[in-house]
């Protein structure tokens, strides 16, 4: 199925026009999206705790309204959830629901909640999705620089009529109709292709290929920081490669050596039970499976998180990367 590809001439930013946006939160993601939505010219509103260090910043920010969360929510005709997905249920139930309007639209940048049931709005609100494809501090980069990332937009409940060119005026002004933005059928497909992504490739399974291929080198004989070169630092040239121009683009960069080494081994290390171990995450993804999982560390005050965080931040190429960072800062 063709995925339809929406730029600036497909949305209008009128459809915002008269509107106050409420954005909850003031993260990487907040943060980013209320200034751009300022710039833009839209009537924004910031929703956080009073006098807290985001109330602060927003503050200083300027040129926007900043409140606590339940004065947002009562004034916003769009509530933007840029919260944590571990926090959105509690803070939908206290804040958000007895305050949200009849008629006001609700967003998400992913669709965690919905899909897994943790947030039913009622029905007698917009519930659309506009996912920005980029951290925080990338999307503001880009728009600034006059150009913007690519995002997804969903419509998952439309009692207006109008959810959908909500969501494409949210993007616009994001400057991600500029980049292009495309639509998935549903926040399933937004959340659990996302998740999946996280856990198989960018996340997980990119850092923990970088810190075998690094441990493998080391453990041979070579120097850490030479291991580091190899096997973590140039990952980021090949990557560039293949957003540039694709997978063959980047084989048409690299020597012949690497061509031929490179399509030789990798089914070494990508195997067949590394494409069933994919798909038992997807599984565990689809089933609601890892949403339980992580409910239950969020309830247990993320101990085994904060646990696997310190122990990593502890490994060899961790304390390289470091050291490696430092050969590339500027001298004052």
């Known amino acids: 199925m063709a995925t339809k590809i929406y730029h600036d001439e497909d949305a209008d930013l009128n459809v915002l026009k008269g509107k106050k946006i409420a954005v909850l939160g003031y993260g990487a993601q907040g943060r980013a999206q209320a200034l751009c ?15 807290g260090p985001s109330w602060k910043k927003a503050q200083e920010d300027g040129g926007m309204e900043v409140t606590n969360m339940a004065d947002a929510v009562k004034k916003g005709d769009v509530v933007m959830m ?19 309007k009849s008629g006001a639209a609700l967003e998400f940048a992913h669709g965690f909640a919905i899909t897994y049931g943790l947030i039913v709005p009622p029905k007698d609100v917009d519930v659309i999705m506009m996912a920005p494809k980029s951290p925080g501090d990338a999307e503001r980069m880009q728009f600034l620089e006059g150009f913007g990332v690519p995002a997804l937009i969903s ?3 439309d009692a207006t009529g109008n959810a959908k060119k909500i969501a494409l005026a949210l993007a616009k002004g994001l400057g991600s109709t500029r980049a292009g933005t495309f639509e998935a059928e549903n926040f ?16 997980g399974g990119l850092t923990k290929l970088m810190i075998e291929g690094f441990n493998t080198l080391v ?13 973590v630092h140039e990952n980021k040239l090949i990557i560039d490669l293949i957003v540039k121009g694709g997978i063959s683009y ?6 012949n050596t690497a061509k031929y080494g490179g399509l030789t081994r990798r089914s070494m290390i990508i195997n067949e039970q590394s494409i069933k171990n994919m798909q038992e995450v997807y599984r565990q993804v689809d089933s609601g499976e890892f949403k339980d999982e ?9 101990k085994n998180l904060h646990k696997m965080m310190d122990d990593e931040s502890k490994l060899l190429v961790e304390q390289t990367g470091a050291e490696v960072r430092a050969l590339f800062e500027r001298k004052a």
């Open 37 to 51: 939505f300022r710039d833009s010219g839209l009537d924004v509103i910031v929703g956080v705790r009073e006098n």
């Open 294 to 302: 992580w409910r239950a560390e969020w309830a247990n005050g993320l």
């Open 82 to 100: 840029l919260l944590p997905d571990e926090t959105q249920p509690d803070i939908y139930k206290d804040i958000v629901a007895p305050n949200l």
């Open 188 to 203: 399933d497909m937004e959340t659990k292709s996302d998740l999946f992504g996280e856990q198989s490739i960018e996340c």
């Open 155 to 157: 419509v998952h409940q």
């Open 250 to 255: 980047m084989w048409d960069v690299c020597s």
């Open 219 to 231: 453990n041979a004989g070579f120097p850490p920081i030479v291991a580091y070169f190899e096997t």
